[in-house]
Nanobody, 118 residues
Framework: QVQLVESGGGLVQPGGSLTLSCAAS????????LRWYRQAPGKERDMVAS????????NYLDSVKGRFTISRENAKKTVTLQMNSLKPEDTAVYYC???????????WGQGTQVTVSS
């Protein structure tokens, strides 16, 4: 059974940093594309960052380019989102997502709250 557990969220001041981690189990981690999504109250869930199975190809939401970095450690079955220069508009629940290439659906974590406020 696929299980994704996020951690690392919290309250941070504007300009600060947070590192989100997602621990995976129940599937062959190295075969899956991994993504981070976020959803703010009253808004749609947006993809923030994605990383392919090799870790070499990454994509980012335009508004986070240059501030956020996604990475993966296949041996540890973890995917990380390093978030720097945080802004109030980054406030949202952040979700980890795993999808097997070519499949239309994947699996979600339970989410972790990130609040950027002074």
């Amino acid at each position: 059974q696929v299980q994704l557990v996020e951690s690392g969220g919290g309250l941070v001041q504007p300009g600060g940093s947070l590192t989100l981690s997602c621990a995976a189990s129940g599937f062959v981690f190295s075969n899956y594309i991994l993504r981070w999504y976020r959803q703010a109250p009253g808004k749609e869930r947006d993809m923030v960052a994605s990383i392919d199975t090799t870790g070499r190809r990454k994509n980012y939401l335009d508004s986070v380019k240059g501030r956020f970095t996604i990475s993966r450690e296949n041996a540890k079955k973890t995917v990380t989102l390093q978030m720097n220069s945080l802004k109030p508009e980054d406030t949202a629940v952040y979700y980890c997502y795993a999808q097997y290439p070519g499949y239309s659906t994947g699996s979600w974590g339970q989410g972790t709250q990130v609040t950027v406020s002074s």
